[in-house]
């Protein structure tokens, strides 16, 4: 079964300019979660979709980020226009969501590096 | 809001010899408590988790502890290894993990060989 996939893996943009993630969950997982590291500091929540409806966007920093769930499957997120304090590696994780003790462990992808200069 | 601290930040000890990481949470609510391994350049990979029904939980080499009247969970490693080098992540959760992830700062483990 193939993990969580994003994509790219780096990314370097200039300041203003727009930049689009995107991640791939495992197969049949409903829900799927966007994170951010920053400078080595703790994972730090963004969103949280469950199929295709934001179930919890708290943690988006500002409306210069826009994600969407189309369909229920990958998941795209936008920064525009990106700022310097956007750097950062976002991650993507997915837990496949119902009933069992297992049923909301969260698996991550590898993340997308993201460099604003 | 959830808040989680983990301590130490960054820590060393000899192979073969044992690891403890703590966690305090703030929120009595969180009942799901996973801890994730992050190896440099890889993705966060969940080795053990715990819930608010459990004291303790064993798997191999590692062990999760439980005070839900503290508010404090803490990670063991035993026998420790040159692979076991890594950042280690605790995190709380409510509804049983179907909920964001709040995640504590982060522990730099470095088993000298």
Known sequence: ?117 | GENVEQHPSTLSVQEGDSAVIKCTYSDSASNYFPWYKQELGKRPQLIIDIRSNVGEKKDQRIAVTLNKTAKHFSLHITETQPEDSAVYFCAASGHQGAQKLVFGQGTRLTINP
């Not at chain 1, 304090?85 to 119902?98: I, K, L, M, N």
Request: glycine share 12%; charged share 20%; net charge neutral.
């Open chain 1, 1 to 117: 079964e193939a993990g969580v996939t994003q994509f790219p893996s780096h990314s370097v943009i200039e300041k203003g300019q727009t930049v689009t993630l995107r991640c791939d969950p495992i197969s049949g997982h409903d829900n799927l979660y966007w994170y951010r590291r920053v400078m080595g500091k703790e994972i730090k929540f963004l969103l949280h979709f469950v199929k295709e409806s934001k179930q919890d966007e708290s943690g988006m920093p500002n409306n210069r980020f826009l994600a969407e769930r189309t369909g229920g499957t990958y998941s795209t997120l936008k920064v525009q226009p990106a700022e310097l304090e956007d750097s950062g590696v976002y991650f993507c994780a997915s837990s496949q969501g119902g009933r069992g003790p297992s049923s909301y462990e969260q698996y991550f992808g590898p993340g997308t590096r993201l460099t604003v200069t």
